[in-house]
DNA sequence: CAGTGAGCGAGCTTCCGCTTGACTT
């Protein structure tokens, strides 16, 4: 039996450390905290100094189980948590748990999983810091305070199954306060001049400075530059640099993989993981930019023999993060000698993206020259601008350029065509073009994240659960939205005439953004009026002051607990038992054919609208519709709400069958036969005649029809079918994609099994796959990569 | 894949952070 027992957090550090250290040293993880409050209310005893009970999780208790025996059988047991407050506490409850021994007891910590860092660790052993621990009991303490006493305030006063918390309701009020920013946003547009020159056969464009509010002056400023003479009054050439971005953190990563690659950020994460279980990549949860030394060196190495000494720029970055703790490196490959991976596509990108990011941050500087030429106006005090630039030397441009959140128009890195000072410049056309100015953006996941990020709210291992939580409360909804067309007005100076013309442009089109629900604007308004502090953006800031000053000793955590929970629970009582019921109701108007009061309110089955009051004795039901989906309680207007009860709304009879018109959960739909027909968006369902439902009823048909391309003798419910991207094939549930090099219509049964193995899904999740599979995969897995043995080594061989 | 929208008031819900695996013939 082995004289040492590690305990670290995760399988795949252990499996790693197992490697550095001798045959004496058994590691095992413990899979982070192995126990927590007890479930119920009573798991704090708030009368009696907040005293906590804890409780194994049932999850933990096998492994806790083995920890124990193992622990009695080692002469010395190494706690390898984290270096920071949870890790700190994952110590502590294992030694409280194991029984351990202070004698036989080691705490050791490490910031990277590299050989020099673990042997030093070994070396330096430590006792398990109390006040740490401490800090933790009181952010554990008080979360579960704030959760478990504000939730059901929001089941009394708003709604059943709420909750709240000190992250995810200040999470909810950013997406709230920002929606609420967008819609009273005063749109205002200006004209904007652009003047073309044709300098030696190519273009160049020059813009003016100041922009005009209205037409007229725009149309003024043409009319005085009608003949004018253009000439280069200025000309500077500026020599400029650009600093590459500093290695991934969770958030920076999870903002990038939105950015270039769409991914969400739970998407991102689950990715991440497998890349980091297959040793490819260092550990994802993580706030910290630091690289080791190690990596430092390997990167310099590569750099150097790939790209040349002049690209490498060693670089130790710095985290600017207060709330930053540090323990783990930042993201980056295991191996720079690993440029490409198997693994799946998503793998493969996400990999891609780390490593490049990873590299360039140790590359050097790329050196730009600026030049910026001044056109002046003969008779006018106005000058134009033009800008350009040209790169000298690309350094880390050459592997990795960061993306921006900022949407628009980028006019960077355009090339001037050679200049002179004084030169005269050859007008093409001068155009005004009307702009208008543009709201801050809606929050994607990641956008969100990296704003929670700055207020220190949540951590890497929380961002992504988080943005899950609000949504499957329905407090926030990821969607599209369809833009708005918009009239602008573009005034042309070409060839002495001007020329009027007006345009059309989208607006206000959202790709996979949150937007909040009525609930989430409903409880974000409830809980800012009664409980202020909880929702104030410096809440989490401030306590965290409180948690390091409890960390260093300064601080007992249950005064600190204590000081707090007076006040707060003062105030929970108070508003569970006097407050308002928080409903949304609004009156919209009256309804114009019979003068019945019109109002929006949530129901049971959410928002909708209701002409008429409520259910008085002797007189009519109130009529009711539901609101669509992106119309909120505090926007919709009386002739939206209207509208909703124009459907469904009968539009003629086919066959003897009535055809009616709706709006359903995927949108516009017809019904006829009761069969669904949905009507695409280039139609009006509220217009839509019953010849065009006809036809739609007759295309749906056709297609029906000809959805079956293939059935197989072998096996009923293996069938080729013609879908909305081609035809793809079908089993039971399941279906797949049919390479590009194959013909659907061709294929044999044989072929067929062997495209579902390639595509694999998961291997037990049919029977089929599975009764051939373990053959195969045998084989394969010698010929697979030396990469961690995993199962799913028959999906990637290729 | 929409017709609903109230109630005698049972017994339930809920937090944040640390880590992965996910019933089997």
Redesign the pocket.
Known sequence: MAKNLVIV?????AKTIEKFLGSDYTVK?C???IR??A???EAIDVKNNFTPSYEV?D?KKAIVAELKKLSKEAEIVWLAS?E????EA?SWHLSEVLKLDDAKTRRIVFHEITKPAIVKAIANPRGIDRNLVDAQQA??VL??L???????VL?KKVK??????????VAVKLIVDREREINSFNTTSAFRVIARFNVGGKQMDAELAKRFETEAEAQAFLEKCTGAKFNISNLEVKPAEKTPAPPFTTSTLQQEASRKLGYGVSTTMSIA?KL??NGLIT?M?TDSVNLSELAIGAAKKHITETFGERYSRPMRYTTKNDSA?EAHEAIRPTYFENVEIDGTNQEKRLYDLIYKRAIASQMAKAQIERTLATVSISGLPETLLATGEVLKFDGFLKVYLESTDEEGDDENSKMLPPLNKGEELLLKNMEASQRYTRPAARYTEASLVKKMEELG??????YA??IS?IQK?GYVIKEDREGKDRPFVVLTLEKEKINREEKSEKFGSEKSKLFPSDIGMLVTDFLSKHFEQIMDYGF?ASVEEEFDKIASGQLVWNKMIEKFYGPFHIGVTKTSETAERQNAERLLGNDPESGLPVYVK???????A?IGE??EEGKE?P????LRSGQLIETITLVEAMDLFKL?RVIGNFEGKDMKA??????P?IMHDSK?I?IPKTDDVFAITSERAIELIESKRISDANKLIKIFAEDENVKILNGRWGPYISRGKDNFKIPKTQKADELKYSDVLEIIKAEGKSE?SS?AA?KTAPKKVAVKKTAAKKTAAKKSAAKKAK
């Not at 920071?84 to 890790?87: P, Y």
């Not at 059943?160 to 309701?169: C, E, I, M, P, T």
């Not at 009529?623 to 539901?626: E, I, M, Q, V």
């Not at 709706?662 to 949108?667: D, E, P, T, W, Y």
Request: charged share 30%; glycine share 12%; proline share 7%.
């Open positions: 957090e995760s399988p795949a550090k993880s899979f982070g905290h927590d409050l479930k119920g209310d999780s999850d984290d920071d407050r949870e890790g994952i952010r554990r979360d579960r704030v959760g478990f006493e504000l939730s059901p089941w059943a199954n709420l909750s709240a918390g000190r992250v995810q309701s993981q980091y279980e550990y949860r703790q709210i949540g951590r890497p291992s929380t659960p988080t939580t409360r989490t949530v129901g049971r089955f959410g928002p909708f209701q409520n259910s039901k009529r009711y519709a539901s469904p709706a709006i359903g959960r995927f949108g739909y669904f949905s037990t029977k599975n």
